[in-house]
């Protein structure tokens, strides 16, 4: 088996008397856009940094492709590529000398350098920017040209620490479409944000922590039918709700019962054929159900009933 891309292994960092990261560990696969999710001051972006080899962990340890960032951070660092939350472009510099400062520092050379430069500026989108100062750039042009500096040395991982912050609808689904086209071109995502409907059409799994300590950890479909483990169903009938519920109560799955009206509301603790199954039983007893309905958890449900909402 091939080592994961990225494995967090029992990380601690503290500040003073704040445990901003106390022993997290997770693992994310290759090729996989991972959402790293929770509260303000949960500690993600001191993880990032710690994974970046920006900062080192009190304890523990990030292993990126099977390398240490505290054995060979130097190796780490080559097959990374971390965006930090903010953007401060070198001032007197334009567009392709910015994007060229960093692929040397990177060790790109001659032409090599040009080419890669000029792709990668391709991809972002960055062409017709070529005499812009870089820090004349919009939001939206600076966070793509932030993105290309990441991807000048071809990294495997892409540590992005809240890339879609402050950008507009538009500028928004550009930059989703440019992480899925790296997505598919092999790359793993590592992707903060509070922008919890986002990420759930750009991840296909989430790691939410709080306090710095994980809380839930899985693919995105893993993870909302534990969720949907202990949600309500809700169900209204034409008449008779409380032989409804009579029979609701004598059925699998079905927790405590409420009967408003012709509404019923209950725990049900089913997946989606236990679901089907249910209904069909209920219309087969002569009950006229009219509506049958299960909230669909998403991402906002989760980090809702995952975290507490504790700041630190
Ligand atoms: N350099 C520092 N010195 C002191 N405390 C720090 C430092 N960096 C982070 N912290 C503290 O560590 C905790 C975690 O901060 P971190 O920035 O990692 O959280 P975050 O999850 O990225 O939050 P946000 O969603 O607001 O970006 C916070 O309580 C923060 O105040
Ligand atoms: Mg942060």
Do not use: W
């Not at 106390?22 to 949960?42: C, E, K, Y």
């Not at 080419?115 to 919009?138: K, M, N």
């Not at 994980?214 to 969720?227: C, D, L």
């Not at 087969?284 to 309905?293: K, P, T, Y």
């Amino acid at each position: 088996m091939t080592a994961p891309l990225l494995e967090v292994r029992s990380l601690s960092r503290r500040y003073g008397k704040v445990r901003a990261v106390d022993d997290l560990s997770f693992a994310m696969q290759h090729g996989r856009i991972t959402g790293f999710v929770g509260p303000n001051g949960a500690g993600k972006t001191t993880t990032m940094r710690i994974a970046a080899t920006l900062d080192v962990p009190d304890q523990g340890d990030v292993l990126v492709d099977g390398v240490s960032v505290l054995v060979e951070p130097r190796e780490v660092r080559m097959r990374i590529g971390y965006m930090a939350d903010q953007f401060h472009p070198y001032p007197n510099l334009d567009v392709p000398q910015y994007l060229d400062f960093f692929a040397r520092a990177y060790g790109l050379r001659g032409r090599r350098r040009l080419q890669t430069v000029r792709s990668v500026a391709g991809f972002c989108g960055l062409l017709g920017f070529g005499d812009r100062p870089a820090t004349g750039l919009s939001k939206g042009m600076g966070q793509r040209l932030h993105l290309a500096k990441t991807l000048l040395h071809d990294p495997k991982l892409l540590i992005l620490d809240e890339p879609a912050s402050g950008l507009d609808p538009r500028a928004r689904i550009e930059f989703r479409a440019l992480l899925k086209e790296l997505a598919a071109a092999g790359k793993g995502i590592l992707i903060s944000s509070h922008i919890l409907p986002e990420l759930g059409e750009t991840c296909d799994s989430v790691v939410v922590i709080e306090k710095g300590r994980r809380v839930v950890a899985g693919t995105i479909a893993e993870i909302q039918q534990s969720v949907r483990a202990e949600q309500a169903v809700s169900m209204r009938v034409l008449r008779d709700a409380e032989t409804a519920q009579r029979f609701l109560l004598t059925q699998p799955a079905v927790g405590d019962v409420l009967v408003d009206g012709d509404r019923l509301r209950f725990a049900f603790a089913g997946d989606d054929e236990a679901a089907a199954g249910l209904l069909q039983r209920a219309v087969a007893s002569g009950i006229a159900v009219v509506e049958f309905a299960r909230d669909e958890a998403d991402l906002e449900d989760i980090f809702l009933k995952s975290t507490k909402g504790n700041v630190q």
